[in-house]
């Protein structure tokens, strides 16, 4: 198999919707699913080379077993599902505020033939299992109205919003091929991904030859990054891997952890018979696989293989894992940070929190959008902090401009001169 590094970076807002829309929000993934990169590839492609979906080439590479796995953003957060965390985790509690059941600990043992029922340290008893879900700071919400056709006047009651990634942010996943990929695939530049594709979605595609990922240090695991489809041997959906890693190649011990069911998401529209898409029973992302005894060459076949039904389009995808902490999260095969707020907080106090421009700086941070350098600049140039020192100014326009929403309202509140 040869792998493949994909870079989609977003030129405009990308909005990737699923299911279980509330009220008028349409929620987006966190990330572009192997789906989404299939689809977004393959009409590339074919606008490339002018061929058709019945076109020789267009099948072995779109419909054949090579796989399109997501593409992540740089700290995006997945915590496993064999992670369980301490809900009211105190500092004087006496135990860490989290466990890896899926790796060996000291005081909290769990038996592997039941791992929902793990033996914890006491007194505490407010332990809750991680749910897989990735998630990423960065959503934002984008609201939009109806227009009447007649008067082009805004429509009554008619308000819209989707949840949206910002332009700017950059995505990284993995292609696999069993005979690499065709020339004019790896160099495409442009390709469209998610929803309103006339207004969002546009991407920069990069395509590069890569190794596969290595396995850590120490203990390791498999985890799935992606939503799994499983069945048995009658084809029937399941919860239990077993079976599809045997189709996979691996008949050794196994010891998994997480087994939580997602339906939503995995549905769809055909837009060529305007029907939809069955959706599928999946294994929510996070479930991790402890595969006794097996050697770096089983686990390379499983990681180029993946797990379950519908590979080609991103499901089952696997990654190495290690014993998650709290202090070294992984995201996209890699450690990543997701809170920037310490690279800030330097700024923060050299403005004097309680001053009269830390001050301003708090009430701006709450009444301007994030990511709007216009209305930024405008605002420096109000007469009550337009006499102020460049570097000053510089500093604030850095604030308002960086610090992301959900660490806004500590940083407003710190400004102001709250507790640290």
Same mark, same amino acid.
């Given at each position: 198999?040869?792998?493949?590094?994909?870079?989609?970076?977003? #030129?405009?807002?990308?909005?990737?919707?699923?299911?279980?829309?509330?009220?008028? @929000?349409?929620?987006?993934?966190?990330?572009?699913?192997?789906?989404?990169?299939?689809?977004?590839?393959? &009409?590339?492609? @074919?606008?490339?080379?002018?061929?058709?979906? =019945?076109?020789?080439?267009?099948?072995?590479?779109?419909?054949?077993?090579?796989?399109?796995?997501?593409?992540?953003?740089?700290?995006?957060?997945?915590?496993?599902?064999?992670? #369980?965390?301490?809900?009211?985790?105190?500092?004087?509690?006496?135990?860490?505020?989290?466990?890896?059941?899926?790796?060996?600990?000291?005081?909290?043992?769990? *038996? /592997?033939?039941?791992?929902?029922?793990?033996? +914890?340290?006491? /007194?505490?008893?407010?332990?809750?299992?991680?749910?897989?879900?990735?998630?990423?700071?960065?959503?934002?919400?984008?609201?939009?109205?109806?227009?009447?056709?007649?008067?082009?006047?805004?429509?009554?009651?008619? $308000?819209?919003?989707?949840?949206?990634?910002?332009?700017?942010?950059?995505?990284?996943?993995?292609?696999?091929?069993?005979?690499?990929?065709?020339? =004019?695939?790896? %160099?495409?530049? #442009?390709?469209?991904?998610?929803?309103?594709?006339?207004?969002?979605?546009?991407?920069?595609?990069?395509?590069?030859?890569?190794? #596969?990922?290595?396995?850590?240090?120490?203990?390791?695991?498999?985890?799935?990054?992606?939503?799994?489809? $499983?069945? *048995?041997?009658?084809?029937?959906? =399941?919860?239990?891997?077993?079976?599809?890693?045997?189709?996979?190649?691996?008949?050794?011990?196994?010891?998994?952890?997480?087994?939580? &069911?997602?339906?939503?998401?995995?549905?769809?529209?055909?837009?060529?018979?305007? +029907?939809?898409?069955?959706?599928?029973?999946?294994?929510?992302?996070? @479930?991790? +696989?402890?595969? /006794?005894?097996?050697?770096?060459?089983?686990?390379?076949?499983?990681?180029?293989?993946?797990?379950?039904?519908?590979?080609?389009?991103?499901? %089952?995808?696997?990654?190495?894992?290690?014993?998650?902490?709290?202090?070294?999260?992984?995201?996209?095969?890699?450690?990543?940070?997701?809170?920037? +707020?310490?690279?800030?907080?330097?700024?923060?106090?050299?403005?004097?929190?309680?001053?009269?421009?830390?001050?301003?700086?708090? *009430?701006?941070?709450?009444?301007?959008?994030?990511?709007?350098?216009?209305?930024?600049?405008?605002?420096?140039?109000?007469?009550?902090?337009?006499?102020?020192?460049?570097?000053?100014?510089?500093?604030?326009?850095?604030? @308002?401009?960086?610090? /992301?929403?959900?660490?806004?309202?500590?940083?407003?509140?710190?400004?102001?001169?709250?507790?640290?």
């Amino acid at each position: 198999m040869t792998w493949f590094t994909l870079t989609l970076t977003a #030129r405009q807002p990308v909005s990737l919707g699923r299911s279980g829309a509330r009220g008028y @929000l349409t929620p987006t993934y966190p990330y572009v699913p192997g789906s989404v990169v299939r689809g977004a590839l393959a &009409t590339a492609w @074919l606008n490339a080379t002018g061929a058709s979906t =019945t076109d020789e080439r267009f099948l072995r590479l779109f419909e054949g077993s090579a796989r399109f796995g997501p593409a992540m953003p740089d700290g995006l957060a997945l915590v496993p599902q064999s992670v #369980r965390r301490c809900k009211y985790h105190r500092a004087d509690s006496g135990h860490a505020a989290a466990y890896d059941d899926a790796f060996p600990h000291g005081e909290a043992t769990v *038996d /592997p033939a039941s791992p929902d029922l793990p033996r +914890l340290p006491a /007194p505490c008893g407010a332990w809750e299992r991680a749910s897989g879900e990735p998630t990423w700071h960065l959503v934002r919400a984008v609201t939009s109205t109806a227009i009447e056709p007649g008067t082009l006047h805004v429509a009554e009651s008619q $308000l819209y919003s989707r949840q949206t990634l910002p332009a700017g942010t950059v995505f990284t996943g993995h292609l696999v091929a069993p005979d690499g990929l065709d020339a =004019t695939l790896t %160099g495409l530049t #442009r390709a469209y991904v998610g929803g309103k594709s006339s207004v969002m979605g546009e991407v920069e595609v990069r395509i590069t030859s890569c190794d #596969r990922p290595a396995l850590p240090d120490g203990e390791w695991g498999l985890v799935t990054r992606t939503p799994t489809i $499983l069945v *048995d041997e009658a084809g029937r959906p =399941t919860l239990d891997p077993t079976y599809a890693l045997r189709l996979a190649g691996y008949t050794g011990e196994l010891r998994h952890w997480g087994r939580r &069911t997602q339906i939503e998401g995995t549905g769809g529209w055909h837009a060529a018979s305007g +029907l939809p898409k069955p959706s599928e029973i999946t294994v929510g992302p996070g @479930l991790v +696989l402890r595969l /006794p005894g097996a050697g770096p060459d089983e686990a390379a076949a499983l990681l180029d293989h993946g797990l379950g039904l519908r590979r080609q389009e991103g499901f %089952g995808w696997l990654a190495p894992t290690s014993r998650w902490s709290a202090n070294s999260a992984t995201t996209t095969e890699r450690a990543s940070d997701r809170s920037p +707020l310490s690279a800030h907080m330097a700024k923060v106090e050299m403005l004097h929190p309680g001053s009269d421009p830390a001050r301003w700086v708090a *009430d701006r941070m709450r009444t301007i959008p994030y990511g709007s350098p216009t209305q930024v600049d405008a605002a420096l140039h109000e007469p009550r902090v337009e006499g102020l020192p460049t570097e000053t100014r510089t500093m604030m326009r850095e604030l @308002l401009l960086k610090i /992301p929403p959900d660490l806004r309202a500590a940083v407003a509140a710190r400004l102001e001169g709250g507790v640290r």
